[in-house]
């Protein structure tokens, strides 16, 4: 495979390997599939792998992403869902929780997907509003314009500036200042989201946030 001047990036050597390993695999599956022996599937299927032209495949995954946008409620949902995940770490770390702790896993909580969706919209529903998250939404795209490219977002620098640490102080206290001071914070979690989803859980540690807050020990940093 040539080099091409005018393709944005050539790939790592790991990305190679994940590629030229995900096609041999899915190829051999397919040969094998329909009964072509192992010997001569095998073989296929690495040939192939090594005849892809990976540059232009990278080209054109490249070029779609140039085409694509960040839809603007979906970055302000990523910043919420990044703000519960710190006060998920410091619940579990206040209450020695190690395993949790080492998992930072929010969403062993809240499971991505429709349980998270319904989330993030009672979250922005109960606590924020149409002109609320307006505004959030905006201040962020101008964070952003900071650190991204032409296509792609440098999430990990923006969440060490020290705007964004203000951005997302200044966010956590406008949630809060709605959520009520009860064993619900957030009555609508368990009248809209589906019993299996537990959301009398996250009510829960919703709570504990409103209990941590009255402490004065919450602090985002």
């Excluded at 995954?61 to 869902?81: E, S």
Aim: hydrophobic share 40%; charged share 25%.
């Amino acid at each position: 495979m040539s080099a091409n001047n005018n393709m944005p990036f050539e790939g790592t050597e790991k990305a190679h390997k994940a590629l030229k390993e995900t096609l041999t695999r899915t190829t051999l599956n397919a040969l094998l599939a329909n009964r072509i022996p192992v010997s001569i599937a095998d073989k296929l299927s690495r040939q192939v792998a090594d005849k892809v032209d990976l540059l232009t495949l990278y080209k054109i995954v490249a070029d779609d992403m140039k085409h694509q946008r960040v839809p603007k409620q979906r970055i302000l949902d990523r910043t919420i869902v990044h703000m519960f995940e710190i006060l998920f770490r410091i619940i579990n770390a206040n209450k020695g929780n190690e395993s949790a702790v080492k998992q930072k896993e929010f969403f062993t909580l809240v499971p991505r997907g429709e349980c998270l969706d319904l989330f993030l919209q009672l979250v922005k529903e109960y606590c924020m509003g149409d002109t609320e998250i307006q505004r959030y939404t905006f201040q962020l795209e101008q964070l952003i314009e900071g650190v991204s490219n032409e296509y792609i977002i440098n999430w990990d620098k923006l969440y060490q500036s020290q705007e964004f640490k203000r951005y997302l102080s200044a966010l956590l206290s406008l949630i809060l200042k709605h959520l009520r001071d009860d064993r619900a914070p957030i009555p609508a979690l368990e009248n809209k989201m589906p019993t299996h989803f537990q959301p009398y859980r996250i009510n829960s540690f919703l709570n504990q946030i409103c209990k941590l807050k009255q402490t004065g020990a919450l602090q985002l940093d």
